[in-house]
Each structure stands twice: as structure tokens, then as C-alpha cells.
């Protein structure tokens, strides 16, 4: 059987986004305290989507405290905080 295994995004709680707000959806991952991981059939899986780093909002190591993962790439020991879906 085959298996993904995925990182799970969270929608920004009260960003107001949409054509007539002139804003794009918002979203982050979420705390590793909750069910962060998990896997997926990957047949479910969105194969392509552009994200772009809301640079203003920062970087945050407190997403995932945990020092090194296999979550982050190249050694990386933060996340940027937010992301922007880009439609």
C-alpha cells in the first residue's frame, strides 16, 4: 500500500481574504502539539500549489521545536510563519 507522508496547514484565523477583499487566502502549518503529521492516500494528494512566504510576517521556530527534522529541508531550524495561496 501506498502512503504519503504530510505536514498539515492550517487556515490563518481571521484573515479576511477573497477578489472584493483584494487579499490572498492565508495559511501555516500547525503546531506540533496537535496532529501536525499524519498520512494520506496519495491518490487524495493536491499535486501543485504555489505558496508564497509572507515575508513580513517573519520566521518562527515555535511551530515545531523540536531542532532538526525531516520536516524542514537543508538543515533549516525555523518555518516562515505564514504563507500566502497564490490564485
Known sequence: ?????V??????PGHQWGIK????PKIGFIPD???AFGFLDPSLML??????PAFAE???DSLLPCG??????????D??????IDM
Open 58 to 60: 517573519g520566521h518562527t
Open 7 to 12: 505536514r498539515w496547514f492550517g487556515v490563518m
Open 21 to 24: 477583499k483584494a487579499c490572498l
Open 79 to 84: 518555518n516562515w510563519t505564514v504563507y500566502y
Open 1 to 5: 500500500m501506498e502512503t504519503l507522508w
Open 68 to 77: 532538526p527534522s525531516i520536516a524542514r529541508e537543508n538543515g533549516d531550524l
Open 33 to 35: 502539539t496537535s496532529d
Open 47 to 52: 499535486h501543485a500549489c504555489h505558496l508564497i
